[in-house]
Nanobody
């Protein structure tokens, strides 16, 4: 069974930074691209950032220049470095895996809450 486990969420003040981690099980890193999505209550889930097996990246317009996704294949882990956080970034952040480009992920983590106070 494939499992994606997120960690690193929490409460942070606007302008602060936070780094999320996602550890994967199975052989998922040898097959699929990885991504971070987020969802706020009453809103659609949206792509935050994605990284392919080859290292290509794609970012949502609202986080460009502030967030950075990285991939550690040896450790089967991806990270999301979030800087200059805004209250609008408050959401549950989900780790996901699927085919590149990241349009419809195959696997999902349970999510980690990120709350940015104003």
């Amino acid at each position: 069974q494939v499992q994606l486990v997120e960690s690193g969420g929490g409460l942070v003040q606007a302008g602060g930074s936070l780094r999320l981690s996602c550890a994967a099980s199975g052989s998922i890193f040898s097959i699929y691209a990885m991504a971070w999505y987020r969802q706020a209550p009453g809103k659609q889930r949206e792509l935050v950032a994605a990284v392919s097996r080859a290292g290509s990246t794609n970012y949502g317009d609202s986080v460009k220049g502030r967030f950075t996704i990285s991939r550690d294949n040896a450790g089967n882990t991806i990270y999301l470095q979030m800087n200059s956080l805004k209250p609008e970034d408050t959401a549950v952040y989900y780790c996901a895996s699927g085919m590149w480009p990241m349009t419809s992920p195959r696997y999902w983590g349970q999510g980690t809450q990120v709350t940015v106070s104003s």
